[in-house]
């Protein structure tokens, strides 16, 4: 488990009781992809860090469109379940299982609030998963209300390949994640591959050119 937690590095500075208590409270959970994790008006049982493959959180408007709000990454946890174990509310949103398998570790809430009490490397990792997030948060606020669909498109596709040059993703899913139409979203997608920047099939995206999707995205 101590390897397993090897992404959380802050976390390796626990005292032993500390350590002691944190792998006495955490349990390992291994999710099939697009399984539904938490749904708006949960409890939330614990700190959710993800080990392996990514969590989405998303929303549900009035219509019944979503939007993904951010994704938990490996080495990452849920600062919306965070802020609900303090605070103790009801969770605000709703978290699945991104297109992989994924393993997450789930920290009891009780433990985490005695280990955030005791703890300064359990106050630190709280405080910058939270400045972190908040940051994407801001950032896809800001897309949201200033870029065009085609632009945040392009966003979008560089942020998720991170790097990668195939990402494996539908039109609908791509739509999900930025709340408008999957009809919208192929003809934004077919007008962009014609650009050359992008190669397109059902179920995968092939970058061809990323500085000129790069360019597009800015």
Same mark, same amino acid.
């Given at each position: 488990?101590?390897?397993? =937690? ?7 500075? @626990? ?12 349990? !390992?959970?291994? $999710? ?16 959710? =860090?993800?080990?392996? #493959? ?12 979503? #939007? ?6 490996? #080495? ?10 303090f605070a103790r509310l009801a969770y605000p949103a709703w978290v699945e299982v991104d297109s992989s398998e994924t393993q997450v570790a789930v920290i009891s809430g009780d433990a985490y609030r005695e280990l955030f ?29 200033? $870029? ?7 966003? !979008? ?5 991170? #790097? ?11 739509? !999900? !994640? ?19 920047? @992008? ?8 970058? $061809?050119?990323?500085?000129? @999707? ?5």
């Open positions: 488990m101590l390897d397993k =937690l090897s992404l959380f590095p802050l976390l390796d500075e @626990l005292s032993p009781t500390g350590r002691a208590r944190l792998l006495a409270a955490t349990r !390992h959970l291994t $999710l099939q992809p697009y399984a539904q994790v938490l749904q708006r008006g949960d409890e939330v049982a614990g700190a959710y =860090l993800v080990e392996r #493959g990514a969590l989405r959180v998303y929303y549900v408007s009035a219509e019944g469109r979503e #939007g993904t709000l951010y994704w938990i990454d490996p #080495g990452q946890s849920c600062i919306l379940a965070l802020n609900c174990l009490s005791a703890e300064a490397a359990v106050q630190r990792f709280t405080f910058d998963a939270l400045a972190t997030r908040l940051f994407d948060l801001m950032s896809l606020m800001q897309e949201t209300a200033s $870029l065009g669909l085609e632009q945040r498109v392009a966003a !979008h596709l560089l942020r998720r390949a991170v #790097g990668a040059e195939v990402l494996e993703s539908t039109h609908e899913q791509i739509a !999900h !994640h930025l709340g408008s139409s999957r009809e919208v979203v192929s003809r934004v997608l077919r007008n962009i591959a014609r650009s050359g920047a @992008l190669s397109l099939s059902p179920r995968s995206i092939t970058i $061809l050119d990323a500085a000129k @999707l790069r360019a597009l995205a800015e």
